[in-house]
């Protein structure tokens, strides 16, 4: 099997920043390391923005928005930068697939097929763009016109996190960019690459200096970052502790910002459910990327008469579970992205142990398996709601099962969260599931399955996060509303 070496994804701006449309070196001499998850070989060094390199990012983005052209063109012009940044994109998507899966082990096969969303932001924004109503008359009680525009809200800090690096950053971006927004990125330190590349193909669309600008680093340099005063508003995607930090941030200068953060995704299974039919999905999505990932479906609430029946089922299908080399194409659950994050699926496993989880597969490191942050899948029943397991953000592999005794206990336990980001319910009577899904305390919900979908708007409820990104809804984040009223 060939090796991925991630600096040929690149053209020789691995150690650059992209401020003002030039690549600039970083005035900082701190180094960056960027760990492989799949054998801890250290991948490449590179140094981070300094706060005075985020003064230049920031300064070359506000006289981008104060005095430059691009919130002053038409969105049919700046529709037609977006598609041709979409087209740069897909060019590149298989750079981009093996990015995501030497820094982040997500598995080469599920990359491969992913990636196509970030091109697909693009083209959807460019064509939003044009219908968008940034202008629209209304009329007043008295007869009297009122012109009601949609204008950019700024520059924007677009911040975003290391487990899915250039979709998350994508769905700011192309929204950002539709509305006339300029913006500063600020991808994880951990996991760059994919910034870079998209930083590449603004160039090569020919996107005004200043737009656009790239600022690698680490939370402190991100702390500077969402405190400036040239900043409009912040775009974070991440942990809800870090979102909660940014929300006290700016709200002391009201700063405007949108939060997308953790979930403790449930899917219900009412009384009725075909399990089987239920199983493709639920193997995708309760641990996908390892469980990686803000929506994964990491609790199981099923009917307590038809336990053992789920349980069966499940567990032989989580135990077939191929772990093992993110580069090879039929592994189907790669290393998670840190030590920190093994240390941290770990503590919980073991947490469930304690609090008298029944550990009913996984919750070891694979045998075969010894250099790497690998991690068994693991599944836990007798499930209580008041465990840690079932109660916090876990960010692994690591699903818990939870029964329930009927309907309304089973959403109250849905709903036994702080979370409410996305879920799913299975059953063979949609208009209940409809009816059931209005009941649950969450952004977004499926029925039958698991839809992720770039075209409609993503959040959530509570500590889930604030705004929505993705759909119209996204670009709505990132403008703010005037009123002109007119006299005849």
């Not at 968008?132 to 209304?138: I, K, T």
């Amino acid at each position: 099997m060939n090796m991925i070496n991630p600096l040929e994804l690149i053209q020789g701006v691995a150690d650059r920043l992209f401020v003002n449309g030039q690549w600039v070196k970083p005035t900082s001499q701190n180094s960056l390391e960027v760990i492989s998850p799949a054998n801890e070989d250290v991948l490449f060094t590179y140094h981070e923005a300094s706060t005075a390199d985020i003064d230049l990012a920031v300064a070359a983005a506000r006289d981008a928005f104060d005095n430059g052209e691009w919130p002053r063109l038409s969105p049919e012009e700046r529709s037609k930068y977006l598609t041709k940044v979409a087209d740069l994109l897909r060019e590149r998507m298989p750079d981009l697939a093996k990015a995501w899966t030497v820094q982040v082990g997500a598995p080469i096969g599920l990359t491969q097929k992913l990636v196509g969303q970030q091109p697909q932001l693009f083209d959807y924004y460019a064509d939003l763009a044009k219908t968008y109503p940034f202008e629209e008359e209304r009329t007043r009680p008295d007869g009297n016109r009122t012109m009601v525009l949609r204008e950019a809200v700024g520059v924007v800090a677009a911040i975003t996190p290391w487990n899915a690096p250039m979709v998350l950053l994508c769905y700011k971006v192309a929204a950002a960019l539709a509305a006339g927004c300029t913006i500063v990125a600020k991808p994880s330190p951990e996991t760059p690459l994919e910034a870079m590349i998209m930083a590449e193909c603004i160039e090569q669309a020919g996107l005004p200096k200043g737009v656009f600008n790239l600022v690698p680093a680490g939370r402190e340099v991100g702390d500077y970052l969402i405190r400036h005063d040239g900043i409009d508003k912040v775009s974070f995607t991440g942990s809800t502790a870090a979102g909660k930090h940014i929300a006290s941030v700016c709200g002391e200068k009201l700063t405007r910002f949108n939060l997308e953060l953790g979930g403790k995704s449930a899917a219900l299974f009412l009384e009725d459910a075909d399990f089987a039919a239920a199983l493709p999905s639920l193997m995708v999505y309760s641990m996908p990327i390892t469980g990686q990932v803000c929506f994964s479906l990491t609790r199981i609430i099923v009917p307590e008469s038809r336990k053992d029946e789920f349980i069966d089922m499940y567990v032989a299908a989580v135990a077939n579970i191929k772990v093992g080399d993110p580069q090879d194409p039929t592994t189907l659950m790669g290393p998670l992205t840190m030590k920190r994050q093994l240390d941290r699926v770990q503590n919980y496993i073991e947490s469930g142990k304690k609090q008298g989880a029944n550990l009913a597969c996984g919750g070891g490191v694979p045998a075969n398996l010894n250099k790497g942050y690998y991690i068994e899948p693991t599944v836990f029943t007798d499930v209580t709601t008041d465990m840690a397991i079932a109660q916090e953000e876990i960010f692994g592999p690591v699903v818990s099962v939870i029964t329930y005794k009927d309907l309304d206990d089973a959403v109250a336990k849905t709903n036994d969260t702080n979370y409410g980001l996305s879920g799913a319910i299975y059953t063979q009577d949609a208009e209940l599931g409809y009816q059931v899904a209005k009941r649950i305390k969450s952004g977004n919900l499926s029925i039958n399955g698991f839809v992720v979908d770039v075209t409609m708007p993503f959040g959530g409820f509570k500590q889930s996060g604030i705004g929505r990104e993705g759909g119209v809804e996204g670009l709505d984040a990132y403008v703010e509303v005037k009123a002109i009223h007119l006299t005849s």
